[in-house]
């Protein structure tokens, strides 16, 4: 039943790792994004995609790169990972014809880079 | 570039109304939306605005004005469980996040 998931849930790794964290949709939305939210709680757009085209880069360093298989999927690759990396990414989806077009959000993965 | 404004804390009485305020000031404009985040979960959806007016769903409401740049959140009849932040999201090319307004219910 669950429209966005995410996987793993919690990631615990030491700097200089490449890790993956994997993204997926069942609500039949085009568009995909990846958000990460710090400490201080804010939220910030990091990539979107539509039909698997990469539509929104938002000044990201190039060691996180974004992968979308299909339009049900948006998984991020983030290799060398550095002690400011830790945050809660969280992936969203969103329809983008007809009515408010909200963004449904996954349960949010919690990096920690020791 | 995008400014988001709403206030970082709140706290209110079980029962009572809460208004949480928003303004923006962005390149764009295709609408405003209102989140709810309770700790350590996702942000879900609340409301979301297009037109200047008042939007109502059940016990919470959201006003748009766009030419003053300014939403406001309606919280009434207040309930334990109402206890989160409150994100003022405004919606261009891209949804920019205010930095949340944490509301703290109290018995």
């Known amino acids: 039943d669950t429209a966005v998931s995410q996987t793993p849930k919690y990631l615990v790794t030491q700097m200089g790792n490449d890790k993956s964290i994997k993204c997926e949709q069942n609500?039949?939305?085009?568009?995909m994004y990846w958000y990460k939210q710090d400490s201080k709680k804010f939220l910030k757009i990091m990539f979107s995609?539509?039909?698997?085209?990469?539509?929104i880069n938002e000044t990201v360093p190039n060691r996180f790169s974004p992968k979308s298989p299909d339009k049900a999927h948006l998984n991020l690759h983030i290799n060398s990972l550095e002690l400011g990396d830790s945050a809660v990414y969280f992936c969203?989806?969103?329809?983008?014809?007809?009515?408010?077009?909200?963004?449904?959000f996954g349960p949010g993965t919690r990096l920690t880079v020791t | 570039g995008q400014n988001i404004d709403q206030p970082t804390e709140m706290t209110a009485t079980e029962g009572a109304i809460v208004q949480i305020n928003c303004t923006y000031q962005?390149?764009?404009?295709?609408?405003l939306f209102w989140y709810q985040q309770h700790a350590g979960e996702a942000p879900t959806f609340l409301s979301y605005?297009?037109?200047?007016g008042l939007e109502e769903k059940g016990r919470f409401s959201s006003f748009l004005s766009r030419s003053k740049g300014y939403s406001y959140l309606l919280l009434k009849e207040l309930q334990m469980k109402d206890s989160a932040s409150y994100l003022c999201?405004?919606?261009?090319?891209?949804?920019?996040f205010g930095a949340g307004t944490t509301v703290t219910v109290r018995a």
């Open positions: 969203a989806s969103r329809a983008t014809s007809g009515g408010a077009n909200e963004q449904y």
């Open positions: 609500l039949g939305h085009d568009t």
């Open positions: 995609y539509n039909n698997k085209e990469l539509i």
């Open positions: 962005t390149s764009g404009f295709n609408g």
């Open positions: 605005n297009v037109l200047d």
């Open positions: 999201a405004v919606n261009d090319y891209k949804l920019s």
